[in-house]
């Protein structure tokens, strides 16, 4: 046996350039043979110490990353596990896990988070509120669903992310064009706003979690508006999410888990808090929010994701539990298709109000059409602040402010994209 095949090996599908995830601080890259499946795009984000790194076209493509672990078994020895982060790649490590042997949740487990219909009709079933959900095979079961719940109707996929494929279907003569695809879902249409908490499930309680409301809506940001995002601080709305989002992930998993839960938080007619699931994922929220909640609560939930990846308890939060101060986010949209080369962009820091941080491309750059959506937008603001009321007037007022330009290029391929 060589000396590198006597290191547990540990394979990780990867996608973001950024550095969403620090996989050297989560496990030690020397006693163990690290080795990253990832995309040209993705590939600038691997840790330097990675024993190796593998190139495919697609980190959801599950016969491609096999061959390249194959591959990479026969240098470091079988993986003892396969690790995922990225919530389309959740299934295709699942999958995989079993393949090769390694623990961590099934394919069915996974399914119950990733399959949108799969989900809502678990929860439903333990009498938890969740918009009337159905099969949209075709233009007829899409019709159907709307004579018995009203239009307008929401068509998306069942295992899509980022709103990718998302329709809001006004009535009968637009539900002529939706096509027919038996990987599709229709729901009823819901007019709260929708928020989103993330945090731990350690299988039985909440540990760290943190209420978010969004600023406009994720399909929005499809349709070239700003989305942003503001934590909450009203005591009645997180005790009552607080109880909701429990009563959601027990009817799902008895398993510790990382989440992120959408739901449309509305009032009762006496004044509570209305909750109504949208969707939840067994992982991190995407956008800003793993920056946000190292640099302001101090607690890594991608670290909890990763060591629950391998079978291990999430970390504790301090002693003195996650901090206090409010966080919120903002993206601003591509400015054209990607690929798309950036003609003028804002810098917001330093401004009052503003953000802390950013991350905005120089003039030149150019974002390339990756996978990881959320990642190569037009510019990318966190915030903090001492109350929500606070954070919500920075990030309006960076959304009013910033500007980002840029034109739609081609000819060039992933790889080449800087």
Do not use: N
């Not at 079993?98 to 990733?114: D, H, N, S």
């Not at 009968?172 to 249409?189: I, K, M, N, S, T």
């Not at 989440?259 to 449309?264: A, K, M, T």
């Not at 966080?327 to 820091?349: F, K, N, Q």
């Amino acid at each position: 046996m060589t000396a590198t095949a006597a290191r547990p090996h540990i394979v990780v599908l990867h996608r973001w350039r950024d550095a969403y995830a620090h996989y050297d601080r989560y496990v030690d890259h020397d006693t163990h043979a690290v080795s990253y499946v990832t995309t040209d795009v993705g590939a600038a984000g691997v840790p330097p110490q990675a024993a190796a790194v593998a190139l495919v076209d697609a980190t959801d493509d599950v016969e491609q990353v096999d061959a390249r672990i194959r591959a990479l078994a026969a240098r470091f020895g079988r993986p003892v596990a396969v690790v995922a982060l990225k919530e389309d790649d959740l299934l295709p490590a699942a999958v995989l896990a079993v393949r090769w042997g390694c623990p961590g949740r099934t394919p069915q487990e996974v399914t119950l988070f990733r399959d949108k219909l799969v989900m809502a009709r678990a929860v439903a079933a333990a009498g938890i509120p969740v918009p009337a959900t159905a099969p949209a095979p075709d233009p007829a079961a899409v019709r159907e669903h709307a004579a018995r719940h009203g239009w307008p109707v929401v068509v998306k996929p069942r295992t899509g992310s980022s709103s990718a494929g998302v329709r809001l279907i006004a009535g009968p003569d637009e539900a002529a064009g939706v096509g027919h695809d038996p990987a599709r879902l229709v729901q009823a249409y819901r007019t709260d706003p929708i928020h989103h908490v993330d945090g731990v499930f350690d299988g039985a309680t909440l540990g760290p979690w943190r209420l978010s409301a969004y600023l406009d809506t994720c399909l929005a940001f499809r349709d070239g508006r700003p989305l942003g995002s503001v934590e909450a601080d009203e005591p009645t709305l997180l005790a009552a999410v607080g109880a909701f989002t429990t009563s959601v992930l027990r009817a799902l998993t008895d398993r510790p888990t990382v989440f992120h839960l959408e739901l449309f938080l509305g009032h009762a007619g006496d004044g509570s808090p209305r909750c109504t699931l949208l969707e939840i994922g067994a992982r991190v929220g995407g956008a800003e929010i793993p920056f946000v909640w190292r640099d302001v609560h101090g607690y890594d939930l991608m670290r909890a994701a990763f060591r629950i990846a391998l079978g291990h308890r999430p970390p504790d939060p301090p002693p003195a539990g996650i901090r206090a101060e409010v966080a919120g986010w903002l993206l601003v949209p591509a400015p054209a298709g990607r690929p798309c080369h950036i003609e003028e962009a804002t810098s917001m820091t330093g401004r009052d109000p503003g953000p802390y941080a950013e991350v905005v491309p120089r003039v030149g750059d150019v974002l390339p059409a990756a996978d990881a959506y959320y990642e190569h937008v037009g510019a990318r603001y966190r915030f903090r602040g001492a109350d929500s009321a606070a954070v919500r007037v920075a990030v309006l007022a960076t959304a009013r402010d910033a500007r980002v330009t840029g034109r739609t290029v081609t000819g060039l391929v992933a790889g080449g994209l800087r």
